[in-house]
T-cell receptor, first 116, second 110 residues
Framework: DTGVSQNPRHKITKRGQNVTFRCDPI?????LYWYRQTLGQGPEFLTY????????KSRLLSDRFSAERPKGSFSTLEIQRTEQGDSAMYLC??????????????FGPGTRLTVL | DAKTTQPPSMDCAEGRAANLPCNHS???????VYWYRQIHSQGPQYIIH???NNETNEMASLIITEDRKSSTLILPHATLRDTAVYYC???????????FGTGTLLAVQP
């Protein structure tokens, strides 16, 4: 399968622990986006990368959140000192951007985080 | 970011056309209208997009009004597998980030 993959699919952690999620985009997709989705709501934009550069971060992304895409391929999203409010589905999407406005995003299956 | 208004839910009989409306009266001139859907417990799936003209692909048709303030997604022959939340999203510019609303839950009935 050559789609977007995310690992782990589920993560249960205790409040105060650190967690890290991984996203592997579709090969040769230069853009990678992170979103968060809570129950009953649509996904919310968190941040995005073009190649290895992080170009925008949402106000939702507090100092406890950090994302990297070191070689312009896979990306990691780390949450430090987790809180119960961090419980959500974390979605990754990738796309090809070549300068035009059109930009179809392909989403992964998500990582469901539960903070106890 | 343009705001959208969609009905929270709609029903459709299997085999009939599903017409999902969206109001996006504050859309900017350089923003496309994207439609995504999300089947329960899966990531969103791209359906179709358009700028000014009507568009059709293997999944759906998109009708955009001349003033671009609203659009309608048409699934010509809905099946049970089309039951999902459908999101209408104006997006464009350099980031192309997607700002999701709460969407329309389409329930296809047998």
């Amino acid at each position: 399968d050559t789609g977007v993959s995310q690992n782990p699919r589920h993560k249960i952690t205790k409040r105060g622990q650190n967690v890290t999620f991984r996203c592997d985009p579709i090969s040769e997709h230069n853009r990678l986006y992170w979103y968060r989705q809570t129950l009953g709501q649509g996904p919310e934009f968190l941040t995005y990368f073009q190649n290895e550069a992080q170009l925008e971060k949402s106000r939702l992304l507090s100092d406890r959140f950090s994302a990297e895409r070191p070689k312009g391929s896979f990306s990691t999203l780390e949450i430090q000192r987790t809180e119960q409010g961090d419980s959500a589905m974390y979605l990754c999407a990738s796309s090809v951007y070549s300068g035009s406005s059109y930009n179809e995003q392909f989403f992964g299956p998500g990582t469901r985080l539960t903070v106890l | 970011d343009a705001k959208t208004t969609q009905p929270p839910s709609m029903d459709c009989a299997e085999g009939r056309a599903a017409n999902l409306p969206c109001n996006h009266s504050t859309i900017s001139g350089n923003e496309y209208v994207y439609w995504y859907r999300q089947i329960h417990s899966q990531g969103p799936q791209y359906i179709i997009h358009g700028l000014k003209n009507n568009e059709t692909n293997e999944m759906a048709s998109l009708i955009i009004t001349e003033d671009r303030k609203s659009s309608t997604l048409i699934l010509p022959h809905a099946t049970l597998r089309d039951t999902a939340v459908y999101y209408c999203i104006p997006s464009g510019g350099a980031t192309n980030k997607l700002i999701f609303g709460t969407g329309t839950l389409l329930a296809v009935q047998p």
